[in-house]
Each structure stands twice: as structure tokens, then as C-alpha cells.
């Protein structure tokens, strides 16, 4: 027997949504019954995963957009609003590794890079879509987060530092919002078969590693309406809830 979709109508936008997390949550949105809006860098990596949703019968609205582009991303809250008025769901998974080297080796444009994009990216995303957030009945923000911020190993600095300021972004974000209809909390994936993660340990068996697609439960559970959670981190390794 079928479940009802839990997300049905409710329209998501999703950052880094081409490939690995981002495009399993995307998949497990549309399965669920959302509207998609797709963010990412290069329209044919878009239109693949537009494919694959269109298998669940949802609309994605495809955005081809570099997320380093500051002034680009203002402009995305009142282009939403003219379409649709309010925004549902928000994850904000895009994000960069950069450099695994020392502090002292990393250069001012790499430190730039990372800090850009996993960091100032996302709070020009909370800027210009939290109006649209709190138009919704039920706005739910996500963002993607990864042990790195909290265990701050030798050689991860810019990674880790930009972690660690998201950790905070959006936790500052949600007390703010403790009054509103909008909830929002971040999600450690843990290792997972990514892209990324191959980059960062080059010698692991990715035979070892779960796929993207079995960690999208939480993500489905915290975009629903009747998610009550709020500044909380969630460790999808242990469990864990902080």
C-alpha cells in the first residue's frame, strides 16, 4: 500500500543539486510529491537530474547558477516571489573540500574559495530567501554539515572553519526564527559515496560507504510540515542529535 507523499506541493529549492546528496535528496523530494527548483553549475549536469524526476511525474524548475556570483543570489528571493510567492523548502548542500594542506600552505584564493561557498554563499541564500520562508505555512531550512566542524583534524582548516561557521549561521538562524513558522537545523551526513568524499580519502574502498540515497529519510523528515525540530545538528553516523 502506498503512502500519501509527504511533500506533496510543497516547493523545494535545493542547492548542489546535480550530483551526490543534493541529487539523491532531489529524487526523494519529487518522490515525495514536491515541486523542485535545481540549483547548479552547469545546465546539462541539471537537465540530467531533471530526467529522473520527471520520472516521478514533478516539475523541476532548473536554475543554472555559480553560487560564488554574491549578486546573482540576491536576486533569487525576488525572482521566486514574482513566480510563486513563498518558498517551502530550502537545503543548502552545495559545497568545495579546497585544499588538505597546511594552514600556512593554503593560499588567500583557496581560503577564499571554500570560506565563499560553504559559508558566505549560504548566508546570501538565508538573506534572500528567508522572507519567502516565513510566506510559507511551514518553512523549513537544511543545510548539509560534516564532523570536520566539530573534531577540526590537522589539514582540514579551511574546510573546517567553514563548517564550523555554517554550524553557527544556522543555529543563530533558528533562534531567530523560534517565534515563526520557519525551522531550521543542519544534517552530518557521515561518509557517504560521494564525489567529495574520494577527493578527501583518495585510498578508501567506496564499496564500503553508503550510497547518497540511503541518508535522504532525515532529509524528507525535516522538510515535512509537521517537523517540530529546530537549531538541532543531526549526526546520520551515530544518530545523534545535537
Request: net charge neutral; hydrophobic share 45%.
Amino acid at each position: 500500500m502506498q503512502h500519501a507523499p509527504r511533500l506533496a506541493d510543497r516547493l523545494a529549492l535545493i542547492t548542489g543539486a546535480t550530483r551526490g546528496i543534493g541529487r539523491a535528496v532531489a529524487l526523494a523530494y519529487a518522490r515525495e510529491g514536491a515541486h523542485l527548483i535545481l540549483v547548479g553549475r552547469t545546465a546539462g549536469a541539471l537537465e540530467e537530474v531533471d530526467d529522473e524526476v520527471r520520472e516521478f511525474g514533478r516539475p523541476a524548475t532548473l536554475l543554472t547558477l555559480n553560487l560564488t556570483d554574491l549578486e546573482r543570489i540576491d536576486a533569487l528571493g525576488p525572482t521566486i516571489f514574482q513566480r510563486w510567492g513563498k518558498l517551502d523548502i530550502f537545503v543548502g548542500n552545495a559545497g568545495v573540500l579546497g585544499p588538505l594542506s597546511p594552514l600556512g600552505h593554503v593560499t588567500a584564493e583557496a581560503w577564499r574559495d571554500v570560506i565563499d561557498l560553504n559559508l558566505n554563499t549560504n548566508w546570501r541564500l538565508i538573506r534572500t530567501l528567508d522572507p519567502l520562508l516565513r510566506r510559507s505555512e511551514a518553512g523549513r531550512a537544511i543545510f548539509v554539515t560534516s564532523g570536520a566542524a566539530t573534531n577540526r583534524p590537522a589539514y582540514w582548516g579551511p574546510y573546517a572553519v567553514s563548517k564550523a561557521g555554517l554550524e553557527a549561521l544556522v543555529q543563530t538562524y533558528a533562534a531567530e526564527m523560534v517565534n515563526t513558522n520557519v525551522r531550521a537545523n543542519l544534517i552530518n551526513p557521515g561518509p557517504v559515496r560521494t564525489a567529495m568524499r574520494a577527493k578527501a580519502f583518495p585510498g578508501e574502498d567506496p564499496a564500503t560507504l553508503r550510497w547518497p540515497e540511503e541518508i535522504t529519510e532525515r532529509f524528507v523528515e525535516l522538510a515535512e510540515a509537521a517537523s517540530s525540530y529546530n537549531g538541532r545538528i543531526f549526526d546520520l553516523k551515530t544518530n545523534e542529535v545535537r
